[in-house]
T-cell receptor, first 112, second 115 residues
Framework: AQKVTQAQTEISVVEKEDVTLDCVYE???????LFWYKQPPSGELVFLIR??????QNEISGRYSWNFQKSTSSFNFTITASQVVDSAVYFC?????????FGAGTRLTVKP | EAQVTQNPRYLITVTGKKLTVTCSQN?????MSWYRQDPGLGLRQIYY???????DKGDVPEGYKVSRKEKRNFPLILESPSPNQTSLYFC??????????????FGPGTRLTVT
């Protein structure tokens, strides 16, 4: 069975703090893809990153970074020096290529 | 502009009255999918389609139907809506490569209320 767990329902930080959003997944497939999406208060879903199961290199994009650890089935997302505009719901998702499973999401609030 | 469109954006209906939510994409994507978003549950996949005339059930297909007669369109049909189908619905599309599906482009969402 495919499953994505985002244990943090809500996180609140003050601007400029670093914050890590956790994502743990379960799958029996050896080939799969992991994603992160952002849903700002306006409601649209914005793609952030896609990572395949064979690529465990961490990735950095500006203030965003992702840590993929196959040994612990985790794909965590860190925002460095958070800003108010980072306030959103963040979803982690898993797919072996056909169906897609999303986590329940983590609501991040960044206060000025 | 590359986009996924959904119509209507908002819909209030009554129990049992058949309705269709349309979804169209202009990116020539093979893969299309429908999700519902409910508080505390994230997005759950209803149906997906790998290509024309190929559809498959997602996590929560009960009470829904889909069809994929053309590559660009993927309508969601509720033949007899019930109040537990009140939700925010998203359509999405993506290209599919040899390694699997790429990032999905989402429509703006359809907020459905069934009374």
């Amino acid at each position: 069975a495919q499953k994505v767990t985002q244990a943090q329902t809500e996180i609140s930080v003050v601007e400029k703090e670093d914050v890590t959003l956790d994502c743990v997944y379960e799958t029996r497939d050896t080939t799969y893809y992991l994603f992160w999406y952002k849903q700002p208060p306006s409601g649209e879903l914005v793609f952030l990153i896609r990572r395949n199961s064979f690529d465990e290199q961490n990735e950095i994009s500006g203030r965003y970074s992702w840590n993929f650890q196959k040994s612990t089935s985790s794909f965590n997302f860190t925002i460095t020096a958070s800003q108010v505009v980072d306030s959103a719901v963040y979803f982690c998702a898993l797919t072996p290529g056909d169906d897609m499973r999303f986590g329940a999401g983590t609501r991040l609030t960044v206060k000025p | 502009e590359a986009q996924v469109t959904q119509n209507p954006r908002y819909l209030i209906t009554v129990t049992g009255k058949k309705l269709t939510v349309t979804c169209s994409q202009n990116m020539n994507h093979e893969y299309m999918s429908w999700y519902r978003q409910d508080p505390g549950l994230g997005l759950r996949q209803i149906y997906y389609s790998m290509n024309v005339e190929v559809t498959d059930k997602g996590d929560v297909p009960e009470g829904y139907k889909v069809s994929r007669k053309e590559k660009r369109n993927f309508p969601l049909i509720l033949e007899s809506p019930s109040p537990n189908q009140t939700s925010l619905y998203f359509c999405a599309s993506s290209s599919v490569g040899p390694g699997g599906s790429y990032e999905q482009y989402f429509g703006p969402g359809t907020r459905l209320t069934v009374t």
